[in-house]
DNA sequence: GTGTTGATTCGATAACCATCGAGACAGGAG
DNA sequence: CTCCTGTCTCGATGGTTATCGAATCAACAC
């Protein structure tokens, strides 16, 4: 498939979401549905510590990501592509080499979702 | 860190957390698997809904909450006893009826993490 | 005690998911 | 061109989960 620089699935909605507040106002069963799988994509213990990594720097390279977990560059390239499709992070390759990077926009998303008030 | 002794469920450990920021640091592997639980839980348009739906108020009836979905009582006590098993919410019977209540320092962790720098 | 209503647990089922090995694809080096 | 290395996709498999109806428990009214 067309990697994506310029960006595919969910992820671009978030600029748009209305902010703020578990608490405030209830969400939406509309907004529900969009951002649960956000929530899901980082309710396993290996794509959050992924997403961490990928956040830690501007951007990290699969070959840098997979050594740093006792599994297989299957299993990572499949739990990379989980985060991508819940458009938390985005790729981008480069001769050899596919880099990763957050879209800062979704983690908003998501930290306006769960902040107080 | 003082892990956890005797806990109802998880999210007691919440109180302890270094903080902030999934980009600041990597999260450890200890980390990520107490925090994926809770993000786990919030993974999902229904638990998601009733999270939101509970953190509107100082505490909700359940007798409020199922109503709200066209689902069984029964699901939506499991999604309860997921919510409150990952430590978002907590629980108290007073007469005939439960009350759930946010457990707003379990949702500042996840605020913590996913917030920018 | 019996009955009623709210909430949870039990057991089953269908759908989903994490993981792997094997294979395919992409890009560079010789 | 042929190899080699990095990444991704495919197919299979064992484990988990969302959902339900039925049964159970808890508190109250009678």
Redesign the pocket.
């Known amino acids: 498939?067309a990697t994506d620089v310029t960006i595919t699935s969910a992820g671009e909605w978030a600029d748009t979401v209305a902010c703020c507040g578990l608490a405030t106002s209830p969400v939406t069963e509309q907004d529900a549905d969009r951002l649960a799988p956000m929530f899901k994509a980082l309710g396993?213990p290996?794509r959050l510590r992924l997403a961490s990594l990928i956040a830690s720097a501007p951007e990290v390279?699969?070959?840098e990501l997979?050594p740093a977990f006792d599994?297989?560059?299957?299993?990572i390239?499949?739990?990379?592509?989980?985060l991508r499709d819940a458009g938390l992070v985005e790729?981008e390759?480069r001769?050899?080499?596919?880099y990763y990077r957050v879209r800062p926009r979704a983690l908003a998303a998501l930290a306006a979702l769960v902040s107080p008030g």
Chains 1, 2 share one sequence.
């Open positions: 498939m396993d290996v390279c699969v070959c997979t599994l297989s560059s299957a299993t390239s499949h739990h990379l592509k989980t790729s390759r001769g050899t080499y596919v």
